[in-house]
């Protein structure tokens, strides 16, 4: 029993790794984001879709990341057989996916009522 258990906890920390590379990727993309090449585009114009496409995408990813926990947790409910560690992180990851869409949506907000408040 204890061997199936250490194979559960190595998915575990691939997942967790796997999850770590995720918020990197996303963290350079947003800092591509905040910071475009000068050759990419000229001033004052936005890429076509750049900013549209990677909102799209990552509410996508948290979606997504939210069904498989959905997923996971009906099956523990049903008595298939889950490691109940599994669905523990899969909840998690699920949780922490959407507290930082939340962030980032508290971070937009406040950027357009700023910029609603500034003179013209």
């Known amino acids: 029993m204890s061997g199936i258990s250490g194979?559960?906890?190595?998915?575990?920390i691939q997942q967790i790794m796997a999850m770590r590379q995720q918020i990197?990727?996303?963290?350079?993309?947003?800092?591509?984001?905040?910071t475009p090449d000068a050759d990419?585009?000229?001033?004052?114009s936005t890429?076509?879709?750049?900013?549209t496409d990677a909102l799209k995408s990552a509410l996508d990813?948290?979606?997504?990341?939210?069904?498989k926990a959905e997923g996971i947790s009906q099956a523990y409910e049903k008595g298939e057989t889950v490691d109940v560690a599994k669905v523990m992180l899969a909840r998690q990851e699920a949780g922490v996916a959407f507290e930082a869409t939340l962030q980032v949506r508290n971070k937009l907000l406040t950027a357009y009522q700023d910029i609603m408040r500034m003179g013209v």
Not at 47 to 51: K, L
Not at 61 to 67: D, E, L
């Open 47 to 51: 890429p076509a879709g750049g900013f």
């Open 61 to 67: 990813s948290v979606n997504a990341t939210q069904a």
């Open 7 to 12: 194979i559960g906890a190595g998915g575990g």
């Open 40 to 44: 990419t585009s000229a001033p004052g």
């Open 24 to 34: 990197i990727d996303r963290s350079q993309l947003l800092q591509q984001i905040r």
